[in-house]
């Protein structure tokens, strides 16, 4: 999970990229790049432009100047179609859909067999420990539970690249160590590339490869921090203590 700089186009190119909403800029100049494999934590106050930005790199929201490429291709010509995952702040179930076809939405344009949909279903809701409620309806649901299944919902499709906002916020500390378990085990087998927003510094450092750090309006970037820590990071090593502490002087 190194950068490989001047090797291959960047996963994820940002260049110079700026957003304005009326009269007040909540983007300026946002470079940086993401190379396959990494995991990239967002790190920022509220209202720096976190959620924006992630809107602008999935295509769903158009930037006002500067240039995105996923995988060397500009945004509009990228199929996102299995290769682009988004995890949303809020968790967007579907309230008429049960658990299972809320996870399955993912799957609606596919062209994989039923089976196959059936196990992918299966599988992702056993990734995150919520096998025994495909039936129930997003209401039953706890707000942890809810989280797990739109990240179950994110990773069904077996995404190249994942965007999530603030995906483990709402779970208790026990089932949030877990999920990040899963998180980098997956990045690891399948080669995923992530962004992920967090307002943990912990989650960041425990997670990412590099950290870029956000400053308010307008939003832009203040440091971009390596995180060339060994694997497993735990909450209670010295390393992971020591820089945890470092950045909380920098956010
Ligand atoms: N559609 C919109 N129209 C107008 N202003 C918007 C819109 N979306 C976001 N904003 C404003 O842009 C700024 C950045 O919002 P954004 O949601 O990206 O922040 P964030 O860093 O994700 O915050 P948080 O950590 O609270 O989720 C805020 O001031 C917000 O009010
Ligand atoms: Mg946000």
């Not at 009269?23 to 494999?37: C, D, K, N, R, Y």
């Not at 240039?67 to 579907?94: M, N, P, V």
């Amino acid at each position: 999970m190194s950068a490989q700089a001047g090797v291959l186009a960047p996963t994820i190119g940002l260049e110079k990229v700026s957003k304005r909403f009326g009269t007040q800029t909540v983007l300026q100049e946002i470079s940086f790049s993401v190379w396959p494999g990494e995991i990239v934590a967002l790190l920022g106050a509220s209202g720096c432009g976190k959620s924006t930005l992630l809107n602008i790199i999935s295509g769903l929201l158009p930037a006002d100047s500067g240039t995105i490429t996923l995988q060397g291709e500009s945004i509009a010509r990228f199929s996102q179609w299995r290769r682009l995952g988004y995890l949303f702040q809020e968790d967007r179930l579907l309230p008429w859909r049960s658990v299972r076809q809320n996870v399955g939405f993912a799957l609606e344009n596919s062209t994989l067999p039923r089976a196959e949909r059936r196990t992918r279903i299966d599988d992702a809701l056993a990734l995150v420990g919520m096998e025994s409620v495909g039936n129930k309806w997003p209401h039953q649901l706890s707000g942890g539970m809810r989280s797990r299944i739109a990240l179950a919902r994110s990773l069904v499709s077996e995404p190249e690249i994942l965007l999530m906002d603030e995906p483990f916020s709402k779970l208790d500390p026990q089932t949030r160590s877990a999920m990040h378990a899963e998180l980098l085990r997956i990045c690891q087998l399948k080669n995923m590339t992530v962004v992920m927003v967090t307002h943990d510094v912990e989650e960041a450092v425990i997670l990412a490869d590099r950290i870029v750090i956000l400053q308010p309006a307008p939003g832009r970037i203040s440091q971009i921090v390596d995180m060339p820590l060994p694997r497993p990071r735990l909450p209670t090593g010295r390393d992971v203590a020591e820089n945890v502490r470092l950045l909380r002087m920098e956010v």
